[in-house]
């Protein structure tokens, strides 16, 4: 009996192919545009979460501006960290591997009638042994090299691509603006971080030089902290929290002037911040789900008013009015799931061509397209109930009048 119905319904959908096409567009649209921004927003949090480990969760960044609320005990002023801040880390906490200095800064790098705009480093070997950074060619910086300040450079590898193409740097020298440096060290590739940067197009120098060749200062934005294996990073904190306080002089009542943040808690804050705007754009696109559910209801409203004579015809020869309503909402719903598969497929495919665009991980959720599947079903039979009741009320005599 359900079969036969079932049947009914699919030829009804089929004689008017065009109605049918743009009855279910709503819900097309609907289910494609949730599953496209879910599996998206999924993607680019694992890809949060692969970069964060990339770098390393025993990771600690330090740098200058209080993350506090401003009071009156507040300091408006963020004094800068010193390599002496650094060495303090290292030699006064002992669950600390080791501490590097961060500067950053952006210029021109020239070589030959090559050019290009780039990021400069200032750093020493031990940044880059604290996320994992390895050299491919050539060399890191020697101790020497650190201490005296000398005009050496490590390039990534969008930068070496940039000035030498796929020849050899080391050896050459390329000029900062009235900076020049000897290329020593070609760093690994890694590609595009979760927001779309490229990581590759630095060129490191030894802190020393950079401070000042390039800013002019001693002034340190960052602290980049490793703690050992096995130890708590929160227990770091503390620790180094302790510390920094009592070298900047900061009195009891008084809000930090820096703040520190591990990469579990970059993670998680990215992460949430993707899932809510995840959510947000799901939301607005489950409004067309709504959308095309009235667009069913308002076309098998029609389609009532135009098989009046039909259902007359039916009912006279027997049926029962429960079984033209199954029929009529079996159309809603055989509608409205038509549209809810090719809204899935849609969606996916949608998602695969971001994903591979935006290089993340394609990450289907089967709970999320099962979800949409299930969604479009009910919407069917929410929307589709109203007109298979009107159709199941109808006077038989009346209906065998309508023309």
């Known amino acids: ?33 949730v599953i496209a921004m879910v599996t998206v927003g999924e993607g680019s949090s694992r890809q949060v979460t692969s970069d964060v480990e990339k770098l390393g969760t025993n990771i600690l960044m330090v740098m200058p501006g209080g993350g506090g609320q401003q009071g009156p005990g507040s ?20 669950i600390v591997e080791t501490a590097a200095p961060y500067g950053q800064s952006s210029t021109m790098a020239i070589y030959g009638a090559q050019s290009a705009r780039t990021t400069v480093v200032g750093t020493d070997n031990r940044y880059l042994a604290a996320i994992d950074w390895p050299i491919v060619m050539g060399r890191a910086f020697l101790a020497s ?16 691509q940039n000035l030498f193409g796929n020849t050899n740097p080391i050896g050459e020298t ?11 060290g070609l ?51 503390v ?41 947000l754009l799901s939301a607005v696109a489950a409004v067309s789900l709504l959308v095309g559910g009235i ?10 008013t135009e098989r009046t004579r039909e259902i007359g015809i039916r009912l006279a020869v027997g049926a029962q009015a429960s079984q033209v309503l199954m029929q009529f909402l079996v159309e809603a719903i055989v509608l409205s799931m038509i549209g809810g598969l090719i809204g899935i497929v849609l969606g996916l495919g949608l998602a695969a061509l971001a994903s591979n665009l ?41 209906a065998l009048r309508h023309q």
């Open 1 to 33: 009996m359900i079969l036969e119905t079932i049947r009914l319904a699919v030829q009804a959908i089929f004689r008017n192919t065009m109605r049918s096409t743009l009855t279910v567009l709503g819900i097309v649209i609907g289910v494609a545009a």
């Open 75 to 94: 300091r408006t002023v963020a004094k800068a960290f010193t390599l002496k801040d650094v060495d303090a880390i290292i030699e006064q906490i002992g």
């Open 145 to 160: 090299e650190e201490q005296s300040g000398r005009s050496v450079c490590i390039l990534g590898e969008t930068l070496r």
């Open 174 to 184: 390329i000029r900062l603006n009235a900076l020049t440096c000897e290329v020593v």
């Open 187 to 237: 760093l690994e590739a890694k590609g595009a971080s979760s927001f779309g940067m490229d990581q590759d197009d630095v060129l490191a120098l030894p802190i020393k030089t950079f401070m000042r060749r390039v800013t002019g200062s001693d002034d340190i934005s960052m602290i980049y902290v490793s703690v050992r294996d096995g130890q708590s990073t929160t227990r770091a904190k």
């Open 239 to 279: 620790e180094i929290e302790a510390l920094m306080r009592e070298r900047r002089r900061i009195g009891e009542g008084e809000d930090d002037d820096f703040s520190i943040m591990d990469m579990k808690q970059i993670a998680s804050m990215l992460s949430g911040i993707t899932n809510v705007l995840t959510g």
């Open 295 to 304: 667009g069913i209801m308002n076309i098998m409203l029609v389609s009532v």
């Open 358 to 398: 935006l290089a993340i991980p394609f990450q289907p959720n089967p709970l999320v397209v099962a979800g949409a599947f299930l969604f479009s079903f009910v919407v069917g039979i929410i929307f589709g109930y109203f007109p298979a009741r009107r159709a199941a009320k109808l006077d038989p005599i009346e």
